[in-house]
């Protein structure tokens, strides 16, 4: 048996998106793979009986792209989205039972979203966005100028998007055309019938200026048409509502307050008259929208059904309704894939470090996808342990050690570091950890302050440092991964301190970016996507203006405070050899990041290489072409080996 090698990405599976029908007898999943010979992503819809005993059976073709499968209310017909051909994702049904074929319910120029099901079963609400005709001319000289005037304007990912929002649609299974049922300059999403099928609820910005801020509030609109009705405070984001069964009340996810990241996300109740707001998890001190995100919470009889973060975990939770009790764990999950809930029967995606995502059904597990990939690659197991920063304050981390691990040899580590900042790294399958340490490579990672999956405290622990809000990014937080360096060095002695490495991505890569710009520890790293100038990163990412939520300012306002906090001001003194690496279509941490930091640096003669992936966004390496997953790791493990050797 082997460690996992940078092709097996070719060979990575899992199954997902678990929707249980509505007698709870079957579940239908998404099973997602990767072609052999073309090398592009796959996904199809399957199912497979509760109680197991029959092996799962595939219900779509996968041809290219099949997802998002609905049960109808009486479980006579599957909804799911296809992507096919050159086309757009589109809303296809089929017969649950068959034999017979699927049929193609739209036929419109974007992807079809979010299907959700009328109470009778008669038509099937969706998102989709609006076209644009400017963007069918294929001859960029002959292409109209975009117009813009709003701050969010483009999506990364996604593309251009002032002109093409996402609005509401309703659709009959009786062939008719798709009605559209909201309309505007604005993003409505989530969308949630009522009971009675009257009416749906979303989630929108539809106030005066609300490019410039990140409040979203929840709305209703006739299932017929007509002017949607905010019923929510527009006091911060809300998103992924459910009505409770008597149509009375909704449920839905809430952030509270503006500029003011990050928040836990807390399950929040509103009375549809009234708008009056009762928060159910205020006490439980983690987020209940774990990233990424898989569905909405569920509305079960009295309570809610929702998964949190926490220490590395994604467990599911539930909550009474009537806020008359804490929230309690209902099940116990490592990392959480999507989650389904029907009467007492909870269906889960569960992966954990060492295996890829399976659908389970308590201790029952109805699929094994990742069967082939486990039988002859040894992947690594994760060891926690705990180190002390400077203040005093116990860090969180882990050790994987490389398949074959001999104590009485020394090898070279490399320190990852996740982004974000407010996300964790867990108890969950990760491709990079994997590739490292099959390479011979010894693997720390941690969740500093600034992580999320612990209390508020800790997730805000470096906003600022305008107003005395903190003392922002680069401060305890590159405290409390040099403790953890520090602590591995000291607890294991089979870790070289003279061979280690440090990389990340995103807000890792800006910290690999700070950490070399403040010490020369490591004898190489690797940035990655990373905020490089956080001035110029405000201004030219698709999430403008999201700075000033942590910093406590907008750039103008604070020039120097920006300066101070950004890694491109400490690097002449960069003497660490570093690899950046990043995606030419990156609209999060748009290229212009890397350049700067690379022009700098080869200027100054140092010992730098920049690597730019063409046609790739901000989710390269999660999302992104298998053949350029496959070629970043290859270049990564070529760096390492260069400067570590293995």
Known sequence: MRGMRPDDVYRLTNAGDPRLSPDARTVAYVRAWIDDETHEPRSAIWSVPVEGGEEPRQLTAGAKRDANPRWSPDGRWLAFTSARGDDPAQLFVLPADGPGESRRLTDLKEAVEAPVWAPDGSRIAFTSRTHDPNDDEEDESKRPPRRLTRLQHRLDHEGWTEGRVHHLYVVGLDGSEPQQLTDGDCEDEWPAWSPDGRMIAFTSARHPGWDRGTATDVFLVAADGGEPRRITATDGSCLAPVWSPDGARIASLFFPGEFDEPRHARVAVVDVASGARTILTGGLDRTAAPYPMVRSPIWNGD??????????????????????????????????????????????????????????????????????FAADVTLAEPEPFSAVSPDGTEVPAWIM??????????????????????????????????????????????????????????????????????????????????????????????????????????????????????????????????????????????????????????????????????????????????????????????????????????????????????????????????????????????????????
Not at 324 to 341: K, M, N, Q, T, Y
Not at 472 to 491: F, N, P, Q
Not at 516 to 531: K, L, M, N, Q, Y
Not at 562 to 591: K, W
């Open 303 to 372: 309570r809610i059904v929702f998964p949190i973060e926490d220490e590395g975990r994604m467990p599911v939770y539930a909550v009474a309704a009537d806020g008359s009790g804490a929230p309690e764990r209902i099940a116990d999950v490592g990392g959480l894939a999507g989650f389904d809930l029907v009467g007492d029967t909870l269906a889960l995606s569960e992966t954990t470090p060492t295996t890829l995502a399976e659908v389970r059904v308590g201790d029952r597990r109805l699929t094994d996808v990742g069967a082939a």
């Open 401 to 646: 050690r490389p398949p074959g691990f001999d104590p009485n040899e020394s090898y070279p580590a490399v320190l990852s570091i996740h982004g974000g900042p407010f996300t964790q790294y867990g108890e969950r399958f990760f491709d990079e950890f994997q590739v490292y340490a099959g390479a011979g490579y010894v693997v720390l990672y941690a969740n500093p302050r600034g992580s999320s999956g612990y209390s508020e405290e800790w997730g805000r622990a470096i906003r600022g440092p305008v107003g005395g809000i903190g003392p922002g990014w680069g401060s305890v937080d590159y405290d409390d991964l040099m403790a953890v360096t520090d602590e591995a060095i000291k607890r294991f002695g089979f870790i070289d301190a003279e061979r280690m490495a440090v990389m990340g991505g995103s807000y890792g890569g800006y910290m690999t970016s700070w950490i070399v710009g403040h010490t020369d520890r490591f004898r190489c790293a690797i940035s990655e996507r990373a905020v490089n100038d956080l001035a110029s990163e405000d201004g030219s990412s698709d999430i403008g203006g999201f700075f000033k939520g942590y910093i406590g300012a907008y750039p103008w306002e604070a020039p120097e405070v920006y300066r101070a906090v950004s890694p491109l001001t400490y690097a002449a003194e960069i003497s660490t050899p570093l690899l950046i690496l990043h995606s030419e279509d990156d609209l999060r941490c748009p290229i212009n990041q890397g350049e700067q930091l690379f022009t700098m640096l080869r200027a100054l003669d140092r010992e730098v290489e920049f690597v730019r992936f063409p046609g790739e966004s901000h989710e390269l390496t999660r999302s992104g072409s298998p053949t350029h997953r496959v070629q970043r790791f290859e270049l990564i493990l070529e760096f390492l080996g260069r400067h570590l050797g293995a």
